[in-house]
């Protein structure tokens, strides 16, 4: 599977961004989809994800509440919708698939990933 990544921008503190994962190859409702993001120096870092079907989702407790993953399956595509970003928000955001609900927040166990976008929060 194919994952692509776009969305990212530059935004001002308190505003919103959605990011969009789009997915060929396979149907990514097979699939886990995972978003992490990652700055300079720093391991990459898990952000949300979802299940097939959109059944469950999973979030990092830095972005609770002010994100919301969600998915389209006519459409192949996870969306990342941010809210209330904060400057510390800012990395390249990365969305990736897998095909099993174990280790969900570990970037190791993901076996495909799209390019990055980067989101850029100023205070």
């Known amino acids: 599977v194919q994952l692509q990544a776009y969305g990212g921008g530059l935004v001002q503190a308190g505003g919103s961004l959605r990011l969009s994962c789009a997915a060929s190859?396979?149907?990514?409702?097979?699939?886990?989809i995972g978003w992490f993001r990652q700055v300079p120096g720093k391991e990459r870092e898990f952000v949300a994800a979802?299940?097939?079907?959109?059944?469950?989702?999973y979030y990092a407790d830095s972005v609770k509440g002010r994100f919301t993953i969600s998915g389209d399956n006519a459409k192949n595509t996870v969306y990342l919708q941010m809210n209330s970003l904060k400057p510390e928000d800012t990395a390249v955001y990365y969305c990736?698939?897998?095909?099993?609900?174990?280790?969900?927040?570990?970037?190791?166990?993901?076996?495909?990933w799209g390019q990055g976008t980067l989101v850029t929060v100023s205070s």
């Open positions: 990736a698939g897998k095909s099993t609900l174990r280790s969900i927040e570990a970037s190791a166990a993901y076996d495909y």
């Open positions: 979802i299940s097939w079907g959109g059944s469950r989702t």
């Open positions: 190859g396979r149907t990514f409702s097979s699939y886990v």
